[in-house]
Every structure is written in C-alpha cells, then in structure tokens.
C-alpha cells in the first residue's frame, strides 16, 4: 500500500510558459501532500505542504505566486510552475503520509528542464 | 528549525565491503526515515525507524533517540547499492514537516 504517483516523469519548457506536475495517492486518501525540490548534489528541500480544501502553506523563502498548489480532492495535488525561467530547472518530487508505520512515500519526482 | 547532519558526504567501496551510515539530529524526533535515492531520483523508502533495531536483508538500522542519532547498516555491498542515502527526520507524528538530511553519497566499485 501507500503508493504516490507523480507525473510527469520529465518535461522540457521554453522560457515564459507555465508547467503543471500532478501528485496522486493511489491507494489511500492524503489530506496532506508536500512538494520538494532538490538541486543537482543537494539534498531536498521543502517547498510547500498542500492541505486539501485549503491554501497551501510555503516555506520561506518560496514564491506562492510562481509555485501555485491546488489539493482539490483527497487523492490530488498539483504543483504548476508558472511563468517558468532557467533557474527553475530542477528535481521536484511529492510525498503524502501513509500508514503511521510505514511514514512517507515519495512520488517518482518530475525533472523540469527550462529552455 | 531542527538540523540533520549525515557522514561521511562520501563513501567509495569495494563490492562485498560492510558500510555504516550515521545521521544525527539536533532535537527529539517522532520520526525517523532512511531512504536510498537511485540514479533516476526516485526515493525508496528503506526504514521507517524513529527508535529501535530493524532488518531488512543486508540492511539495518538503529535508532537511538535518547541520544539522537541513528545508524544505516549495508552489509555485502552490491553495485546496485550505490546511490544517495538520506535520513529525514519529523518532529511531530504526521502531516509536519519532514527534515532531510545532508545525504551520503555511496559508490560501489565492482
């Protein structure tokens, strides 16, 4: 059980445009989702953490207005990039808790390549 | 905020070789997880151990809380275990914050 799916795996997108990385829990419901990001060598490091029903709560530092998350239902999370530019290229990658004794499970991660 | 410190950064070896992993923490946690990210990026989740001994095969882990740190065990060392291996840590018990450490990068040579 608790398995995240994450699509898509990798995207590639011209300078200006808007990307959006969709995080579903297969098997159980996630009433809270949370999105990182790692760059090359470094270790991961939290974005934002997505409540359903709710406004997501960003880390400082963070740009809600270029990093927007959407948990419109149980099993969804969505993070769009928008208005995209080189310095956002990176690895993003969601998780959700699932069972207590099994803790988080990480989606499969989306590297985002920006043109 | 809680600090996660992982050594060695590096860590080259020869197949069959043994390795220990640490990771210390600078406050009490209610959970404690080792995951082994694979060259694709994906994170496989290989102990959820926030006090305590478990084994998974040639893996294993300790974790004493009391003292704040926990131990990652690869014994026989295979090629396909090379990779990045974090220990992430959570203060409070679900849906917080789950802090990653600095990662040890470990190589196995064939």
């Known amino acids: 059980g608790a398995v995240v799916s994450q699509h898509p795996s990798r995207v590639i997108c011209k300078s200006g445009t808007s990307v959006k990385i969709e995080c579903r829990s297969l098997?159980?419901?996630?009433?809270?989702m949370f999105w990182y990001r790692q760059f090359p060598k470094q270790s991961l490091m939290l974005m934002a953490t997505?409540?359903?029903?709710?406004?997501?709560?960003?880390e400082q530092g963070v740009e809600k207005d270029k990093f927007l998350i959407n948990h419109a239902s149980l099993t969804l999370s969505t993070l769009t990039v928008t208005s995209a530019h080189p310095e956002d290229s990176s690895f993003y990658i969601c998780?959700?808790?699932?069972?207590?004794?099994?803790?988080?499970?990480f989606g499969s991660g989306t590297r985002l390549t920006v043109v | 905020g809680i600090q996660v410190e992982q050594s060695p950064p590096d860590l080259i070896l020869q197949e069959g070789a043994n390795s220990t992993l640490r990771c210390n923490f600078s406050?009490?946690?209610?959970?404690l997880q080792w995951f082994h990210q694979n060259p694709w990026g994906q994170l496989i989740n290989l102990f959820y151990?926030?006090?305590g001994t478990k084994q998974n095969g040639r893996l294993s882990a300790t974790t004493v809380a009391t003292e704040r740190y926990s131990l990652l065990y690869i014994s026989s060392s295979q090629t396909t275990d090379s990779g990045v291996y974090f220990c992430a840590v959570e203060r409070g018990f679900g849906n917080e914050k789950l802090t990653f450490g600095t990662g040890t990068r470990l190589t196995i040579i064939p």
């Open positions: 998780s959700a808790a699932g069972q207590t004794q099994h803790g988080y499970t």
């Open positions: 098997d159980f419901q996630a009433t809270t």
């Open positions: 151990i926030p006090s």
């Open positions: 997505s409540n359903e029903g709710s406004k997501a709560t960003y």
């Open positions: 406050d009490s946690v209610n959970n």
